[in-house]
């Protein structure tokens, strides 16, 4: 494939933004070789500046469970478009997405919206620690929460106690306020409530682990959490940026049967438009501004926009079979994929929950941290531009989840099973 007009973008962009991207992992250093620049993206299918055409199992990093330019989405977001993009008012663009929300969430009587992800953990954290009048947060190694500073903190040597900074510019101090347990480990998480439970605001957990590759939770793991939380008065946080209306209408909350107190989305509630929401209880979420004390605003909070994509988004999800259409496709793919590895002899372990979905080069189970991380970079690497030159488009790192659409066909899966079985026949060096 000639794709030398990235490249030349590539050279250019360079010039103006740090390592050319507006994210990190957007610019290839993980697979090598230089990123490839898209120009459009039509249903299950993206399209670069070269005008290569590519199975898309990115979906813009979750977002996109419609696939690209979904009729629907694009009719209604150019009507909004014309009546004004922004007016720092209510609108009642922002009663309909948030009354959608609340039908699939039980646990959310009310919600707020703002513009990421990143912004949505940053505030239920502060709301978390407004309304325990605690300082201590919980999370789990390699979760991600975006890019707060309380959350980029790596476990602290010995014992499991106190965090260090995963970044320069992450203060010590700062970072001494967030404990870092093994994700999928119960006996660490009761033993840390038991001893530091009582200095403990909230503990925050992506219920489906989905950003160290894809790692569902073990048998009993978010049982305990919630029962060791619920007694201690510790608010508990779902971060369901990426499982909220992707493993089920109602998220994780809805698949596994739990309710937590507050609720942190994203992604898919902004079908493609920049957006975040955090919500929980009433007697919790009533301390955020300005019915309550906690600080909490955004100048585009609630846009118009962004509310007109995640409602129309959301509104397709409540189609009957919606979610057996996506199971069914995302089966195919898996099963497909690992008969694939099976045949070339590729050591892989592939995971999968609905329709999020990740393989791993290792010839180990993968149930934590430690076990993904041994999936091999250099294999991953090579899996990746195989099945880029044969037209399929895949996360440009090997810790990452891959997403399959209701835009997907099955003859999309079937032509990626045919990338995937050449692809893994030439991984050896
Ligand atoms: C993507 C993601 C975030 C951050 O969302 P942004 O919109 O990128 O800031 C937070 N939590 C999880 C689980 C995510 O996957």
Known sequence: MNRSRSDTLFDQARRSMPGGVNSPVRNFGRVGGSPVFMDRGAGSRVYDVDGNEYIDYLGSWGPLILGHGHPAVVEALKKACERGTSFGTPTEAEIRLAELVRTAFPSIDLIRMVNSGTEATMSALRVARGYTGRDLAVKFEAGYHGHGDSFLIQAGSGAATFGIPDSPGVPADLAKMTINLPY???????????????????????????????????????????????????????????????????????????????TCLGKIIGGGLPVGAYGGRREIMETVAPAGEVYQAGTLSGNPLAMTAGYETVRQLQEPGVYDRLESLAARLGDGLRAAAAEAGVPAYLTRVGSMMCTFFTDQTVDDFDAASTSDADTYGRYFWNMLDRGVYLAPSRLETGFVSLAHTEEDIDRTLEAARESMKCLCV
Request: hydrophobic share 45%; charged share 30%.
């Open 184 to 262: 999928n480990d119960s006996a660490a998480v009761r033993r840390t409530l038991a001893e530091r439970g009582d200095d403990v605001a909230c503990v925050i957990i992506e219920p489906v682990a989905g950003n160290m590759g894809m790692i569902p939770p073990a048998e009993g793991f978010l049982e305990t959490i919630r029962e060791e939380t619920e007694k201690r008065g510790i608010i508990l946080i779902f971060d369901e940026v990426i499982t909220g209306f992707r493993i089920a209408f109602g998220g994780a909350q809805e698949r596994f049967g739990i309710q937590a107190d507050m």
